[in-house]
T-cell receptor, first 113, second 110 residues
């Protein structure tokens, strides 16, 4: 089954404790991206990657890191989480030449205390 | 001004009703347009692309007005299962530079 898998789906952590949210897709997509969704603000892009070893900042990259060492994986790293990073996070992927259809993971709800 | 603006709703309609949502965008250079659907606490999924000539998919019709910079979504014969949040999405230029609206919530009641 074609899918984008995120883990963990739910996480409560404390300020400053490094965490990684993993994202894996099995559709051989070149493009992958991370979004956060907050009430009243919609989905905002954090980072994206056009292919292996190619990443770039989105609209809200501060406080986040990513890496793309393999085509299928695109982890999101919060080196020192803060309460303002409490949010619902979505990973998404697509083919480079698609017409705008993104395939999303089921989301990871993160709470930073 | 937000790049993509939508009425947050909620729109409360009875089954069988026709409902329309509008979405305005600020970047006149925007190249492509989409409607996504997001169920409560779920991931967004593509509902349909929006073409200049307008397009229809069953009970759903999408239209684009470039001169006034808005897109619309019309849902006919609403079903209970149409209850969801509908996200307007605009490609503001460049590959995959998608901007998501905050969504319009639709509640269809029996």
């Amino acid at each position: 089954e074609a899918q984008v898998t995120q883990n963990p789906r739910y996480l409560i952590t404390v300020t400053g404790k490094k965490l990684t949210v993993t994202c894996s897709q099995n559709m051989n997509h070149e493009y992958m991206s991370w979004y956060r969704q907050d009430p009243g603000l919609g989905l905002r892009q954090i980072y994206y990657s056009m292919n292996v070893e190619v990443t770039d900042k989105g609209d809200v990259p501060e406080g986040y890191k990513v890496s793309r060492k393999e085509k299928r994986n695109f982890p999101l790293i919060l080196e020192s989480p803060s309460p303002n990073q409490t949010s619902l996070y979505f990973c998404a992927s697509s083919f480079r030449d698609n017409t705008g259809e993104l395939f999303f993971g089921e989301g990871s709800r993160l709470t930073v205390l | 001004r937000k790049e993509v603006e939508q009425d947050p709703g909620p729109f409360n309609v009875p089954e069988g009703a026709t409902v329309a949502f509008n979405c305005t965008y600020s970047n006149s250079a925007s190249q492509s347009f989409f409607w996504y659907r997001q169920d409560c606490r779920k991931e967004p999924k593509l509902l349909m692309s929006v073409y200049s000539s307008g397009n229809e998919d069953g009970r759903f019709t999408a239209q684009l007005n470039r001169a006034s910079q808005y897109i619309s979504l019309l849902i006919r014969d609403s079903k209970l299962s149409d209850s969801a949040t509908y996200l307007c999405v605009v490609n503001k230029g460049g590959f995959q530079k998608l901007v998501f609206g905050t969504g319009t919530r639709l509640l269809v009641s029996p």
